[in-house]
Structure formats: C-alpha cells, structure tokens
C-alpha cells in the first residue's frame, strides 16, 4: 500500500503543476506541458486503480472459494499434500508455482498424484491474473 499513496502524492503533485501551469498564460508551450501531464496522471491513476485492486483480492479467500480445501489443509496431508509442503517445496518461486497453476510447468510436490490435481488447473487457469497472483502468494505464505 506504501506505493499506492506514493503515487497518489505524484499524481496530486502533478496535478498542482498543471493549475500553475494552467493559470500562468496562455503560450502553447504551456499547453503542451499541461497536456502531458494530464497524459501521465491519468496513466498513474489506471496503475493505483490496478494495484488497490490486488491488494483487495485475499489469497486465502480465493483458495477456499475455488474448493482447493477439499484435498488440501494447512499442515496435515490429505488427498493432497499440505500448503506447508508445498511452500516448502516452491521455496518462495513464485513464478514457478504460477507457470504450474497456468498448466505450463510440472508437479514437483508429489508428481505421482498429479492425476488428481490435473483436473483443477482448469480452474486455476481461467483465474484473473490478479487472483492467481494472490493465490500463489498465499500458498507461499504457509512456510
Ligand atoms: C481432488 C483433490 C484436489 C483438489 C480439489 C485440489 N488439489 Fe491441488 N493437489 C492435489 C494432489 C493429489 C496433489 C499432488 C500432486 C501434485 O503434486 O501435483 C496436488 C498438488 C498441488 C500443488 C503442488 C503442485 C506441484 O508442483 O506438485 C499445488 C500448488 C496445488 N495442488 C494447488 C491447488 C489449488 C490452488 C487448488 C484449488 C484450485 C487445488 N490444488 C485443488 C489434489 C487436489
């Protein structure tokens, strides 16, 4: 979130120079200035808009929502292994566990079951990339 406020100070800042802009005549100079910035606030504001985006999107909630509760829990193994083995296993990669939750990498936790987990990718494949993104970090989290 310390980046979103920062861009939301640029973007005010940005702002405040196109007013002085704005009210210190009328040369086309000025005009211009006052165009690009508008150009360059707008493009910050589509990126704060973004990032509020993910940082709402919980993780968590995302693994409950799409049933992956049903064969993993947090500690214990069950159908599946446990988030704590595969963080374990993904060590912090999270471009790794991504490319395999977008089917574009291999099982590495317990490759012999991947049957089972096979079917699910369907699911995590079609998530947003916002929410796969809060996904995977939430995985890594149960270390
Ligand atoms: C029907 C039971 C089942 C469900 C539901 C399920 N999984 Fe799995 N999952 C497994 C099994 C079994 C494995 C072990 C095979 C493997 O490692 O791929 C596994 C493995 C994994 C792995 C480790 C992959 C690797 O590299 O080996 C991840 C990550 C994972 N599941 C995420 C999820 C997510 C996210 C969901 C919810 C969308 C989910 N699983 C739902 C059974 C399931």
Redesign the pocket.
């Known amino acids: 979130m310390k980046k979103v406020t920062l861009n939301v100070l640029t973007v005010s800042l940005m702002l405040g120079m196109v007013t002085l802009v704005a009210c210190g005549g009328s040369s086309e100079e000025a005009t211009e200035t006052a165009k690009d910035a508008v150009e360059e606030a707008t493009e910050i504001v589509e990126e704060v808009k973004e990032e509020v985006v993910e940082a709402t999107i919980s993780g968590e909630e995302v ?1 409950t929502s ?3 509760v ?3 829990q947090l500690e214990t193994k069950t ?3 446990s988030l704590k083995e ?1 963080a374990a ?2 060590d912090g990669n999270k471009d790794g ?1 991504i490319a ?2 977008k089917e574009e ?10 049957a ?5 990718l369907a ?2 494949k079609a998530l947003p990339a916002a929410e796969l993104e809060a ?1 995977s970090e939430y ?1 890594l989290s149960n270390k």
Do not use: N, R, S
């Open positions: 693994f799409k049933g992956c049903a064969c993993h159908v599946g292994p595969i296993a993904y566990l395999f939750l990498g291999e099982a590495i936790v317990d490759p012999a079951q991947a089972v987990m096979q079917p699910q699911v995590t996904l995985i």
